[in-house]
């Protein structure tokens, strides 16, 4: 059966973990903010959030908000996975496939923030606060920038993630056994 998932979800929800653990089930995994990475990369700017930002918005003003999906769709398969769903007009791409569902995947900013500090990924914010006024930042209504809140209320299911490892892999292979 083709079958496309996509993830969307605030920063540390755990969209990357629910991701290797769908690549572990025989999924191919990508990302689209590995095409902004690449992007970031030939631009010679450093992989931190604000540049990653800066880029995709830039991207979606000069191809459209739905960029970055429509240049990953040629490459997918029969069983794929694609992280980083930033904008709904990339779901509206992504949803011209009669196989995709839309997962959004979340946790409480407390949680969010802890599994953040964790990372240690650079330019995170070492605060509550920092990392709240971060995401409010990254909530924008502009069609061409970043709209987390507006793409997670598109999501055909939701897997909660603000327990274990193992909880967390249960409710996806829940979600397998529904869309499978």
Same mark, same amino acid.
């Given at each position: ?6 993830? =969307? ?11 290797? %653990? ?7 995994? %990508? ?15 450093? /992989? ?11 991207l979606r003003r000069d191809g459209g908000p ?14 794929? *996975? ?8 990339? *779901? ?8 995709? =569902? ?6 409480? =900013? ?11 990924? /650079?330019?995170?914010?070492? =605060?509550? &606060? ?27 299911r939701i897997i909660w993630n603000d327990s274990?490892? &193992? ?12 869309l499978l």
């Amino acid at each position: 059966m083709k079958i496309v998932l996509g993830l =969307t979800g605030a920063n540390a929800a755990g969209k990357g973990e629910v991701a290797d %653990y769908l690549k572990s089930r025989g999924f191919t995994l %990508y990302s689209l903010s590995n095409i902004v990475r690449e992007e970031a990369k030939a631009r010679d700017l450093p /992989p931190e959030r604000e540049h990653l930002i800066a880029v995709g918005n830039e991207l979606r003003r000069d191809g459209g908000p739905s960029v970055l999906a429509d240049r990953l769709i040629p490459r997918l398969g029969d069983r794929d *996975v694609v992280d980083s769903i930033r904008n709904p007009a990339e *779901v509206q791409a992504l949803r011209s496939l009669p196989h995709f =569902t839309l997962i959004g995947v979340a946790a409480a =900013t407390e949680i969010r923030f802890r599994r953040s500090l964790g990372r240690a990924r /650079p330019g995170d914010p070492g =605060t509550l &606060e920092g990392f709240e006024a971060r995401e409010r930042q990254e909530n924008s209504d502009d069609p061409n920038s970043q709209q987390l809140v507006a793409t997670f209320e598109m999501a055909d299911r939701i897997i909660w993630n603000d327990s274990d490892l &193992e909880s967390l892999h249960q409710a996806v292979d829940r979600l397998l056994e529904v869309l499978l």
